[in-house]
């Protein structure tokens, strides 16, 4: 028998494949309704009303139960000797975020059948198809393929083709894959050149522009944090800026900049085992804004988009940088290196200054940044620093309505005192362990002047499996983002 090849022999660039496979979740529907199961939505709130609109055959066979099913359970169809199906009842659980309630009921149902949903509780069209299609998704780059391989489940679309409803959720859905994909290869296979190959593959399917700044080019044209950070990495990994230009004749500017460390030693300040083994997630940043400019780009926005990507690896090194160097950001701007495990502000830096000089509109970053981040909010939700407090309340209120959760953390100006030093214009970071993801959006606020400014701190990874979100790389924000700036830029 032969051996299976391993990933790294694949012919695509995992960067180029992200990009390219992320729209497999549309196998996972159908408008085609022949021979479909009815599948019912129901939560115990409906159980009572449900079992008596039913037949009298089919309510006698419901009320054998005590209640209403813990799993989605088949209803037989009593007019067919063959004992067939006549629909599927899944229960929903009566709280917790829709599109996770959904996904969960979703994911229990059998394999191997087509669903329509015959009775969808209080869930539109577009809530049921998004939940589907993330109950669907599965990471299976570097696991055995089953054999046979099982049939999956399949539902039947809601949506009308062509509907702006049915438009969102493609959308919504492909970039969400992309971003999984991308978080959870390892970075043995997605090193800063595999983040070029996403960002050049992603230009192309937009008719947008491309370009890199690698190695010593980064000090010859101004990137110095980055390229301190990133020179211990060997050459075939090296450091580099990453820029996608887009609709570069619309009169305002977006630049988005992602957090691109495609794997995080801590450098010097080494982590442990426990804390390095999910490292490649420390790219989640710059994988989050390639997701949102796809749905920027797929959407067609009034808008000109800019992103920049800092692409870096955190090694250990001879020519690793040091607790105590002072590094100068592209501003002329000083900083005294307090721990080389804080790099992802460093090359942000670099990245913000870049950005602030195309007279922005807005200027929007995300950043696996801070552990302190998860201490204060746990894995699910991500934190937003804005220096516009209606934006800030208009992001809040639409992540609760595409129930895609952000939640403010306030850029506290007296906490700038903890980044203060006599030997450089600022600390990279504090050391009294006291609001550290505070004062990493401190310390980003140095470097974006008075741009209008959102800053989202985020995990970026489910630490665990659940309905709609197995473990593994997540974006997290991306669909409540998008949705402002669809408002914003309509």
Known sequence: MSARPSPAESPADPGIDAIVTATRFVSHFTDHAADAIPVDLIDNDEWHDYVSSQAPSVRAWLELNPGPPSAPTPIPDFEAA??????????????????????????ALPK????????????????????????AYSFTRYTEPEKPAPSPAVLVRGTAPESKERTDVDRAACATYMVRDMISTPAEDFGPASLEAAVSTLAAK???????????????????????????????????????????????????????????????????????VTMQKDMGGAAQVLGLADMIMDAGLNVRLRVLIPAVENNVA????????????????????????AEGRLILADALVAA?????????????????????????????????????????????????????????????????????????????????????????????????????DMMGYNPTSSPGRPEGGEAMGMRALFEFLRQRYS
């Open 318 to 341: 001879a020519t690793s940088y040091r607790p105590g160097d002072v590094l100068t950001a592209r501003n002329g701007k000083t900083t005294l290196n307090m721990n080389s495990d």
């Open 206 to 276: 937009h008719a947008a522009r491309s370009s890199s700044i690698v190695g010593a080019q980064l000090l010859r044209l101004g990137y110095p944090q980055v390229h301190r950070v990133g020179r211990a990495a060997p050459a075939e990994r090296a450091p580099r800026l990453l820029e996608l230009l887009w609709n570069e004749r619309a009169e305002r500017v977006l630049t988005l900049v992602g957090k691109g460390v495609c794997y995080d030693t801590g450098g010097l300040s080494i982590k442990p085992t426990s804390s390095m």
């Open 82 to 107: 063959d004992g067939s199906v006549a629909r599927f009842i899944a229960p929903v659980k009566n709280e917790g975020v829709p599109l996770w309630r959904a996904a969960a009921a979703f994911a």
């Open 112 to 135: 191997g059948h087509v669903y329509a949903v015959a009775r969808a509780a209080d869930f539109s069209n577009s809530q049921l198809e998004l939940a589907w299609a993330f109950a």
């Open 356 to 456: 602030t000089e195309s007279d922005p509109d807005l200027i929007i970053d995300c950043a696996t940044l801070t552990g302190a981040q998860r201490v204060a909010m746990g894995p699910d939700i991500p934190s937003i620093f804005c220096t516009d407090d209606e934006v800030a309340h208009q992001l809040f209120e639409i992540s609760q309505r595409v129930d895609d959760l952000v939640w403010r953390l306030p850029l506290h100006k007296p906490y700038r005192r903890m980044l203060e030093t006599p030997l450089a214009d600022i600390k990279s970071c504090g050391t009294s362990g006291h609001g550290g993801a505070i004062t990493a959006a401190l310390y980003l606020k140095e470097f974006v002047g008075e741009s209008n400014w959102i800053h989202v």
